[in-house]
């Protein structure tokens, strides 16, 4: 039985930089700690990387949320404080995407894991890359059971994170 443990956008920018909020801050210690106890058991682990490049502001992305983050080879593209400690370590990958979603991340997890029965999911921004991501991932691998884990997710916004997870649960997704 394969599982896998996906890391969203868990990147400098989004926790204390250009798009940084202190909800990101406070998830590092848990996040770390459950990336290391999922290794123990045997996940794979994945990390998602957004990362964008000098044309940013002109993409549709940028013309709505106007403040360039996560620029390829910038400090702000990086993964933030501990979690950069994981890469580079047996069973964990990372995929960039130019956008909320990331399109290769079923690819690479298909190459890596073959058939899938279990998907953890966290990361930030709920209401943003984190539901993307859910669905894209869903939408590859439709018998697996997918868990979001509700409490090392984070938004800017209180609200948004609660709608965002009420409406994973409407999709039947797992809440935890």
């Known amino acids: 039985m394969k599982k896998v443990l996906v890391v969203v956008d868990y990147q400098n920018d989004f926790v ?56 390829r080879g910038s400090e702000g593209a990086k993964l933030y404080g501990r979690a950069a400690d994981f890469l580079n370590t047996p069973h964990v990958h990372a995929v960039a995407k130019s956008t909320f979603g990331a399109k290769d991340l079923p690819i690479l997890i298909k190459e890596v894991c073959g058939t899938v029965d279990e998907i953890e999911i966290c990361g930030v921004v709920t209401n943003l890359c984190v539901i993307s991501n859910a669905v894209v991932l869903q939408s590859h691998f439709k018998n697996a059971d997918i868990k979001i884990l509700s409490k090392l997710c984070a938004s800017n916004v209180d609200a948004l994170h609660e709608k965002a997870i009420d409406l994973m649960r409407n999709m039947h997704f797992r809440i935890i």
């Open 16 to 71: 204390n930089g250009k798009l940084g909020f202190h909800k990101a801050l406070l998830l590092e210690e848990p996040l770390c700690n459950h990336i290391a106890e999922r290794l123990r058991d045997g996940y794979e682990i994945f990390f998602t990387l957004d990362m964008h490049d000098d044309k940013y502001l002109q993409s549709r992305e940028g013309k709505n949320l106007p403040v360039p983050h996560c620029l």
